[in-house]
């Protein structure tokens, strides 16, 4: 319980504000809606151990703590930056000793990918035999960061960055509880909205700060800037932001699209994203889904990463930009891609199988007698400068691995592929080849 001075002392408006039952919650209706997985639960009246996956500011510890109150569950909140296997066993043992007493136990989480494996480990007879019950926060992919086995014992829900009408929906509590409105222009508290980036404790923390300012003279756009600072968009290169990012850059270069392309590489170096991480998957996106479609392609892509490391940022930045509009407008192939993947399962399937003996050397005389180079043609010698001898293994029969398409320079290719085929089944019906 807080003490006497505790509850006079200031609170932020965020905290005053925390929702006091679960309909409060907004944004998260896919959740707790008519139909939604917890609704469904609460309305059987049980409770499973669950993992709340989502951005910060989404409402996980405020849910955490209103299922226990509507579960009747003691509410045990632990955050994994600052405890230890020591507070867990000391958690555990209470748990236990509560239960024998006919009370459950919700253990609260914050951060629990922050917890070590072992550690992790250390929840599962617990959880399993219901001594706990579960409840983890994480801002990072479950599937990533935490062990199989615990996930396997939970539930994991997913909470949405709040949308612009949840966001609407805080700023009118806001200025419910401080009876004002907030003294902004329409755009401004548009602008005010798009700033928290679906964050609903930065929304109210900037409301706070305009609400906090003496006068009522309407604030617009432009000095909303100088009063608040913008939340900075969420980016962690070494977690799930990082992948899911270069996976929308790569996909919108993929799909030609250019504006999408940008977009995705200014978020990216917004964020803090090392250019040359994005310059090396440029230059496999040039040879993997651009291909032979356009071959200055992989020059372009290797020229650009060349051209950064001497500039670097900023400067640099405008050449990475200006290969990303390159790619995403250039044809594309994934045949080259698909004739090595073609090709290295043929290679795996017919084992170590020689070349046949006319395409060999012969350096000694030995290798003579036994055939080595017997029979080739030198190409250059031939009509057409073209033999068309066989170069696959004797007992393999010819494949087809590349198969150009019809976009780009791969168009010339086809045409090239099919001479030869021709000049090839020309010479081998001369030879009397079967």
């Known amino acids: 319980m807080a003490s006497l001075f505790e509850t ?10 925390r ?10 209706d896919h959740l707790l809606g008519e139909g939604g997985p917890l609704a469904r639960l609460l309305g059987a009246g049980r409770m499973v151990s669950i993992v709340l996956w989502g951005p910060p500011g989404t409402g996980k510890t405020t849910i955490a703590r209103l299922l226990a109150e509507h579960t009747k569950l003691h509410y045990e909140p632990l955050s994994a930056v600052f405890s230890g296997v020591a507070e867990l066993r000391k958690i555990f043992d209470t748990a236990r000793k509560r239960r024998e007493a006919g009370q459950g136990t919700l253990l609260f989480i914050d951060e629990i990918h922050r917890f070590n494996r072992s550690q992790q480990d250390s929840f599962l007879p617990y959880v399993e035999d219901g001594t706990v019950t579960l409840v983890g926060a994480t801002t990072e992919n479950p599937s990533f960061e935490l062990n199989g086995a615990l996930l396997s014992r939970c539930q994991v829900l997913v909470l949405r960055r709040l949308d612009d009408a949840a966001l609407e929906a805080l700023l009118v509590r806001a200025e419910t509880a401080e009876g ?22 930065a929304i109210l923390n900037m409301a706070e700060q305009v609400l906090g300012l003496a006068g009522n003279e309407i604030i617009e756009t432009a000095e909303l800037a100088d009063i608040v600072a913008r939340r900075a968009p969420l980016y962690d290169k070494s977690q799930e932001g990082h992948y899911n990012l270069i996976s929308a850059l790569h996909k919108s270069l993929r799909g030609s699209d250019t504006d999408a392309a940008l977009y995705w590489l200014a978020r990216m170096l917004t964020g803090g994203e090392d250019p040359n991480y994005i310059c090396r998957r440029l230059v496999r996106f040039s040879s993997e889904d651009v291909g032979l479609a356009e071959p200055d392609a992989l020059t372009h892509a290797v020229s650009t990463w060349q051209a950064y490391e001497r500039l670097g940022s900023p400067e640099g930045e405008l050449m990475v930009a200006q290969l990303v509009i390159y790619l995403a407008s250039a044809p594309k192939s994934n045949a080259a891609y698909k004739a090595l993947g073609f090709a290295m399962r043929a290679a795996k399937n017919e084992g170590s199988l020689m070349p046949p003996k006319h395409i060999l050397n012969a350096p000694t005389q030995m290798m003579k007698e036994l055939g080595y180079g017997a029979g080739y043609e030198y190409d250059h010698d031939a009509e057409d400068g073209f033999s068309g001898q066989n170069y696959f293994p004797d007992e ?10 019809e976009r780009g320079f791969e168009r010339e290719i086809a045409k090239r592929l ?17």
Request: aromatic residues 6%; proline residues 7%; glycine residues 8%.
């Open 19 to 28: 929702p006091q039952s679960l309909n409060e919650v907004v944004g998260q």
């Open 180 to 201: 004002r409105k907030l003294p902004l222009s329409n755009d401004a508290r548009a602008a005010l909205r798009a700033m928290a980036d679906g964050d609903g404790r």
């Open 418 to 434: 099919d001479y030869w085929d021709k000049l090839r089944a020309k010479r081998q019906t001369d030879r009397g080849d079967e």
């Open 8 to 17: 006079q002392a200031p609170r932020p408006l965020a905290d005053r504000l």
């Open 396 to 405: 393999m029969r010819r494949e087809r691995f590349y198969r150009p398409g």
